[in-house]
């Protein structure tokens, strides 16, 4: 099932498959699916269409999908199923529907706003801490910029036979990798030097829609009030955290050592089943200590494991003979496990002779 396709971690060059994960509203796992290396997001919506339908025997779906996921062929087939979908739009969409005045930028406010258009609903929102963080990001790429421009116009001073090109060439790359190059023009001087133009106005256009979004949805009013809509879309966030914990995280599914079809199913789906677990043992740890969002020291599974790693046998040879003990958990160990509903084999030491 391994074969080349977009890589999100741009990883050039690596096989790949293909992971679909379906939960439920609430982030908790329903299902998984392995698709080859080379499948398309959008491809892989039909397959959880068919799934809800003939293994969950689901009649009435809502399917909520990133801007990558649910596009034109899976809005037709979820249609043709009579099922409904939550998905937002791309920049270039929004700045479209801006050009025809479908949109207005001042629409996009801290409030939610709505508007029908072409048979469906658009919701508009601004997060103004995204807006800000964008600015601060940009403000620093922007100060990054002149650092290397300063830096590399002093190489090329102090080295008559550096090649001023060469340099202009790689901050062009740079700028152009760190999103600047829409309002950024790089130039060389008569005297070899570069110099750096900011086109304010196209950095105001790059900037209009710094934490703006736009979602969709064939839903009426009456099926799904506009704040439900949003909030919908923003459980998305509890299935990305599921996908960092199976994949890079707690449970670390790749790399795959597999070759078989059927076993790289069967570990996946064993990744999925820990998954699981994961959220099960989490959701226990934050009734008795609490979560990071209220409370700073709070303990995390990965806090959990490793104390509970530090709690291992102790082996003690006498005359010939070992002795095994399970030594007394410290009192960390014990709320970690009481707070699991665990307790530890109560009994004799195990003894054995060599």
Aim: proline fraction near 3%; include cysteine; aromatic fraction near 6%.
């Amino acid at each position: 099932m391994a074969a080349h396709g977009y890589n999100r971690d741009k990883k050039v060059g690596k096989l790949q498959i293909v992971i679909g994960l379906l939960t439920a509203d609430d982030g908790e796992p329903l299902a998984v699916r392995v698709f080859e290396g080379n499948t398309a997001d959008p491809s892989t919506v039909a397959e959880q269409i068919r799934l809800l339908k003939d293994q969950f025997k689901i009649e009435d779906v809502v399917m909520v999908g990133d801007r990558g996921m649910i596009k034109a062929k899976g809005k037709l087939a979820l249609e043709k199923e009579g099922w409904h979908y939550i998905t937002a739009m791309t920049d270039a969409q929004i700045r479209t529907l801006l050009k025809k005045d479908v949109l207005q930028a001042d629409l996009f406010d801290s409030e939610i706003c709505e508007i029908d258009y072409d048979k469906k609903r658009l919701i508009l929102r601004r997060n103004d801490a995204t807006r800000d963080r964008e600015a601060l990001r940009r403000k620093d790429k922007l100060a990054t910029l002149q650092e290397k421009i300063s830096a590399r116009n002093t190489f090329v001073g102090k080295h008559p036979r550096a090649k001023a090109q060469a340099g202009l060439n790689q901050l062009m790359r740079w700028s152009k990798s760190y999103k600047l190059a829409a309002f950024v023009t790089l130039s060389l001087s008569e005297d070899g030097t570069i110099a750096c133009v900011i086109d304010q106005l196209a950095m105001q256009n790059n900037a209009l829609l710094d934490g703006c979004y736009c979602l969709e949805t064939d839903l009426t009013r009456e099926q799904m009030k506009a704040v439900t809509v949003h909030e919908r879309y923003g459980d998305l966030q509890k299935v990305e955290r599921n996908f960092r914990t199976m994949k890079t995280g707690l449970l670390e599914v790749r790399p795959i050592f597999l070759r078989n079809a059927e076993r790289t199913k069967a570990h996946v789906f064993v990744a999925m089943l820990s998954l699981k677990i994961a959220r099960a043992l989490e959701t226990m740890l934050h009734k008795t200590f609490g979560t990071i969002a209220n409370e700073p020291g709070a303990l995390t599974i990965d806090d959990a494991l490793v104390a509970l790693s530090r709690l291992t046998y102790l082996h003690y040879e006498t005359n010939g003979q070992t002795t095994t003990r399970l030594p007394r958990p410290d009192a960390l160990q014990s709320s970690i496990l009481s707070a699991l509903g665990l307790t530890l084999p109560v009994g004799a030491p195990t003894l054995c002779r060599q």
